[in-house]
């Protein structure tokens, strides 16, 4: 009795408006944090995947008699002399089991048969053993750099549709900032090396590292040792056989001098370009063991990833057409990908310091967006004898290389010349 009287006395000094109004502003303040909390991830669901349809594609080359005098003289050294460039025209590309077991034996070390998934990753991030350049890639994403993301209905992460593979200093930098821009691409800003790397972590670690999408947009990665990574192809298309992959090729003699002056610049005490480009340079004996070089023979890496996607799923990207007529080469990029043509030369204006082309600062910026002061390097004078030793040592694979991508990248042409500006 005297608990309901002092009930009565509380009600009633309390009027009812007050508590209404007390616990209304309770409600609000905790509707308010809430939504503030999941602000970041409200988003929407993107659409369904592009699906291309295409047969896997294989072509009657002279690969299998380049990769086999390749091999014969990896232990020696390449003799320039020992090199013809006629062709054989009954040679085939063997069966997708003996190809993918010969991948890797040209490389100075031939890996293990069966590797666990650490080893494999650790494997392929290494260099060559007494390369100096060894060394982490200037962009890179480690746990450290997930965030949490609060659960929404209106959106979730995607794997990506789309990956720039390669090639290192080739100018993918370039690329995927300009990219970038469209208003339909979401892309990772730093290399995951999720298929080189990272792929014990599993595939929801990789989609956790992907920005989130609206509807319509094409969620995409750029790491450049993909292409160089044996295990990759069969990796990414046991994610999605769909996908579509953007190389960009460059030069590559251009592209090696290129790599070591990025070297050059961080372990100023390595020895010369010469010096590593050569076994034996009295006798001509280049060391295509040296990751500056066999990053560029872009043949021997393309036909494994001919084992599993079809050409109709690549698109090759022309580094130094990139510098010289970067608005050309983005319609092709854009039309690839099956996007409006958005980014054209309007956004884009020649750096005449850096030696390649900006992009036009955005409306909402006071600075030009323009690649790091870790670009456009000048690079170091090179023995016009050696550029000319290393034009011959890559000119077959590189007549293979056009004959595999249909493309003319017109490399010969360019002769002794190497050029100064270094886009990625």
Same mark, same amino acid.
């Given at each position: 009795?005297?608990?309901?009287?002092?009930?009565?006395?509380?009600?009633?000094?309390?009027?009812?408006?007050?508590?209404?109004?007390?616990?209304?502003?309770?409600?609000?303040?905790?509707?308010?944090?809430?939504?503030?909390?999941?602000?970041?991830?409200?988003?929407?669901?993107?659409?369904?995947?592009?699906?291309?349809?295409?047969?896997?594609?294989?072509?009657?080359?002279?690969?299998?008699?380049?990769?086999?005098?390749?091999?014969?003289?990896?232990?020696?050294?390449?003799? =320039?002399?020992?090199? /013809?460039?006629?062709? #054989?025209?009954?040679?085939? &590309?063997?069966? *997708? +089991?003996?190809?993918?077991?010969? @991948?890797?034996?040209?490389?100075?070390?031939?890996?293990?048969?069966?590797?666990?998934?650490?080893?494999?990753?650790?494997?392929?991030?290494?260099?060559?053993?007494?390369?100096?350049?060894?060394?982490?890639?200037?962009?890179?994403?480690?746990?450290?750099?997930?965030?949490?993301?609060?659960?929404?209905?209106?959106?979730?992460?995607?794997?990506?549709?789309?990956?720039?593979?390669?090639?290192?200093?080739?100018?993918?930098?370039?690329?995927?900032?300009?990219?970038?821009?469209?208003?339909?691409?979401?892309?990772?800003?730093?290399?995951?090396?999720?298929?080189?790397?990272?792929?014990?972590?599993?595939?929801?670690?990789?989609?956790?590292?992907?920005?989130?999408?609206? =509807?319509?947009?094409? /969620?995409?990665?750029? #790491?450049?040792?993909?292409? &160089?990574?044996? *295990? +990759?192809?069969?990796?990414?298309? @046991?994610?999605?056989?769909?996908?579509?992959?953007?190389?960009?090729?460059?030069?590559?003699?251009?592209?090696?001098?290129?790599?070591?002056?990025?070297?050059?610049?961080?372990?100023?005490?390595?020895?010369?370009?010469?010096?590593?480009?050569?076994?034996?340079?009295?006798?001509?004996?280049?060391?295509?063991?040296?990751?500056?070089?066999?990053?560029?023979?872009?043949?021997?890496?393309?036909?494994?990833?001919?084992?599993?996607?079809?050409?109709?799923?690549?698109?090759?990207?022309?580094?130094?057409?990139?510098?010289?007529?970067?608005?050309?080469?983005?319609?092709?990029?854009?039309?690839?990908?099956?996007?409006?043509?958005?980014?054209?030369?309007?956004?884009?204006?020649?750096?005449?310091?850096?030696?390649?082309?900006?992009?036009?600062?955005?409306?909402?910026?006071?600075?030009?967006?323009?690649?790091?002061?870790?670009?456009?390097?000048?690079?170091?004078?090179?023995?016009?004898?050696?550029?000319?030793?290393?034009?011959?040592?890559?000119?077959?694979?590189?007549?293979?290389?056009?004959?595999?991508?249909?493309?003319?990248?017109?490399?010969?042409?360019?002769?002794?010349?190497?050029?100064?500006?270094?886009?990625?």
């Amino acid at each position: 009795m005297a608990f309901w009287s002092s009930t009565s006395v509380f009600t009633s000094k309390v009027p009812r408006k007050i508590l209404f109004m007390f616990t209304l502003s309770l409600s609000v303040t905790y509707l308010f944090y809430s939504l503030m909390s999941c602000y970041n991830s409200l988003q929407f669901p993107l659409q369904e995947n592009y699906v291309y349809q295409g047969r896997l594609v294989t072509e009657e080359t002279t690969l299998v008699t380049l990769r086999e005098q390749l091999y014969s003289t990896s232990s020696r050294g390449f003799a =320039e002399s020992g090199f /013809t460039e006629k062709t #054989t025209a009954g040679s085939a &590309v063997s069966e *997708h +089991a003996s190809s993918e077991r010969r @991948s890797g034996e040209w490389v100075r070390t031939p890996p293990a048969p069966t590797r666990p998934a650490a080893a494999e990753a650790a494997a392929a991030a290494a260099d060559h053993s007494t390369a100096p350049e060894k060394e982490q890639h200037e962009f890179s994403t480690t746990d450290s750099e997930l965030r949490a993301n609060c659960t929404s209905d209106y959106g979730e992460k995607k794997l990506p549709q789309a990956i720039i593979i390669g090639v290192k200093k080739g100018g993918t930098r370039a690329l995927l900032e300009a990219l970038r821009v469209h208003p339909d691409v979401r892309a990772v800003g730093n290399e995951p090396h999720f298929f080189d790397r990272n792929y014990e972590k599993g595939l929801d670690w990789y989609r956790d590292l992907m920005p989130s999408t609206l =509807e319509g947009q094409i /969620t995409m990665e750029k #790491t450049p040792s993909y292409f &160089v990574t044996n *295990h +990759a192809p069969k990796r990414i298309h @046991s994610m999605a056989r769909d996908i579509k992959l953007i190389i960009v090729v460059r030069n590559p003699v251009t592209r090696a001098i290129s790599d070591y002056t990025q070297t050059l610049s961080k372990k100023p005490e390595i020895p010369t370009f010469e010096v590593l480009a050569f076994k034996n340079r009295t006798l001509g004996l280049i060391d295509a063991s040296w990751s500056a070089l066999r990053i560029g023979i872009y043949a021997l890496h393309l036909e494994s990833w001919m084992q599993y996607f079809p050409l109709s799923q690549m698109h090759f990207v022309s580094g130094e057409r990139l510098i010289v007529d970067p608005a050309g080469e983005m319609a092709k990029v854009q039309d690839f990908l099956g996007l409006k043509r958005i980014v054209t030369d309007k956004h884009f204006y020649f750096n005449k310091t850096k030696g390649f082309p900006c992009l036009k600062k955005p409306e909402d910026s006071s600075t030009p967006r323009c690649l790091g002061k870790s670009k456009g390097r000048t690079h170091p004078r090179i023995d016009p004898d050696v550029i000319r030793r290393l034009h011959k040592f890559y000119k077959p694979f590189n007549m293979m290389f056009y004959q595999m991508t249909g493309q003319n990248f017109e490399w010969e042409l360019e002769g002794g010349k190497e050029s100064r500006s270094s886009q990625d």
